[in-house]
């Protein structure tokens, strides 16, 4: 009469659900790097999953004082879903020779508490890497990195960075080359957030969370979004993206 949940951040739990023997109360319960720090835990419900698993999911996330967000499964559910077009976009401005440096900075002076090349360091690079993998995503330098033994600083001692928060001289051979193209920090945050905003859209038509608050508020426990921003969806509306994108607000 146990609940068993995986924290995985990619695998479907559907797909693992008919190994265990009772589905209905088998979930996912996803938390967030670092872990003591992050409140958001997903929740996520498998096809199989019951009303009753989710409650008592809910339950438990609140006697350990985390914040809850309610999904359906998802690739990468929400807030990995998220991440997903930002790293990709980063790695595309870091492929077109605009330095590692640049384009986390242009992140977070708009307000994100690290950069998106500095957090895949901090998970471990592999990470990313498998999921992209898993997802017939090609990404040529997550693979040049993580097959030369980089899958991170604190993973394996060497990634993307220094100790000393410089970019490793070690890792730019690694880099993929594309076609050279100078972004300005304004192209690179709103390459990176319309991308963003872009996968919020498809997962509120896919209808993967009953309520566009769970993006927002999921972005900003799990991902550090600045909050004073009110979420990717709310910052959409608030600068006209939403309208220029969609034509409607999603608020």
């Known amino acids: 009469d146990c609940i068993l949940a995986s924290n995985t951040s990619s695998i ?13 109360r088998f979930a996912g319960l996803h ?3 670092p872990v003591w720090l992050m ?3 997903e929740v996520i419900r498998g096809e199989h999953t019951s009303q009753e ?3 008592n999911l809910l339950n438990f996330t609140n006697l350990i004082r985390k914040r809850p967000i309610v999904c359906r499964d998802n690739p990468g559910f929400v807030v990995n879903a998220m991440l997903f077009p930002n790293l990709i976009n980063a790695l595309q401005y870091v492929e077109e020779g605009n330095p590692i440096e640049k384009v986390d900075n242009a992140m ?3 307000g994100m508490p690290v950069g ?3 957090l895949t360091d901090e998970v471990g690079i592999d990470v990313p890497y498998k999921i992209f993998v898993g997802m017939g995503i090609r990404q040529e330098t997550l693979r040049n990195v993580v097959e030369s033994g980089r899958l991170g600083l604190k993973k394996s001692g060497k990634g993307f960075f220094l100790k000393d928060g410089r970019v490793d001289p070690g890792v730019l051979p690694l880099i993929a080359k594309r076609p050279p193209r100078e972004r300005s ?3 690179i945050q709103t390459g990176i957030l319309t991308a963003m905003v872009r996968m919020g859209k498809e997962i509120l038509d896919r209808k993967i969370v009953d309520d566009i608050r769970m993006i927002d508020v999921g972005m900003i426990w799990g991902l550090g979004f600045p909050p004073d921003k009110g979420g990717p969806m709310k910052w959409a509306d608030l600068t006209g993206l939403s309208h220029k994108l969609f034509g409607r607000n999603f608020y």
Do not use: Y
């Open 31 to 33: 938390f967030f790097s």
């Open 39 to 41: 409140q958001l835990v």
């Open 12 to 24: 479907p739990i559907t797909s693992m659900a008919p190994h265990v023997a009772r589905p209905a």
């Open 116 to 118: 998106p090349i500095k």
């Open 108 to 110: 977070t002076r708009f």
């Open 53 to 55: 698993t989710i409650d």
């Open 185 to 187: 920090e304004e192209e």
